[in-house]
């Protein structure tokens, strides 16, 4: 047979020194205060007298709100106990956010930087792209292709290039 369980709250007989009968929350924690917290020469008299009133005392009505009391406060202290494990767990991801929001924006600065970097030399390509398209067009002009024609003529005076058939192997009918 499992021995009762005594309770740990309920009304109580000289919770302090100063109220005769009131509700004691948390008899153990009570009694560890007295032990720790209160004049030596007056601790054993007030454990003496500091007790939980027998449920058997208590009219019918008090004693279903003691023990209602009683499952509430229950559900209240794991309910509070997990609220606070909760908060706790808040806190460090909100630790955690706050160390992430600075690194995204030491993130943030650094692409922006990267950003304004890409801008200023794609700015510079798209010039050199230009004026290589323009360079290009102007190869392709009756003046450039005279310029390349001198300078092929003066580089490569040997060189089999057949203009009418676009190949460098003229007799052999190879395809590049």
């Known amino acids: 047979m499992e021995p009762t369980k005594q309770p740990n709250n309920g009304w109580a007989h000289l919770v302090h020194h100063d109220v005769h009968w009131e509700l004691c929350y948390n008899y153990q924690q009570r009694v560890d205060y007295i032990k720790a917290s209160k004049p ?4 054993a ?11 058997h005392y208590l009219p019918e009505p008090l004693r279903e709100a003691a023990d209602a009391w009683r499952e509430a406060d229950d559900a209240w202290q794991k309910a509070d106990a ?8 808040r806190r460090e991801a909100d630790a955690a956010r706050r160390k992430a929001a600075v690194s995204y924006r030491e ?3 650094t692409l922006r930087a990267a950003h304004g970097a890409w801008l200023k030399a794609d700015a510079a390509w798209l010039k050199a792209d230009a004026a290589w398209r323009q360079a290009y067009t102007w ?3 009756p003046d450039g292709l005279r310029a390349l024609a001198l300078a092929h003529a003066e580089l490569f005076p040997d060189c089999p290039w ?6 460098m192997f003229p007799n052999k009918g190879v395809a590049t």
């Open 40 to 43: 030596t020469g007056e601790q």
């Open 45 to 55: 008299q007030r454990l003496k007298y500091f007790q939980l009133l027998p449920a």
């Open 107 to 109: 993130a943030d600065a």
């Open 162 to 167: 057949d203009e009418a058939q676009q190949t």
């Open 82 to 89: 997990a609220w606070q494990k909760a908060g706790v767990a």
């Open 139 to 141: 190869l392709s002009s």
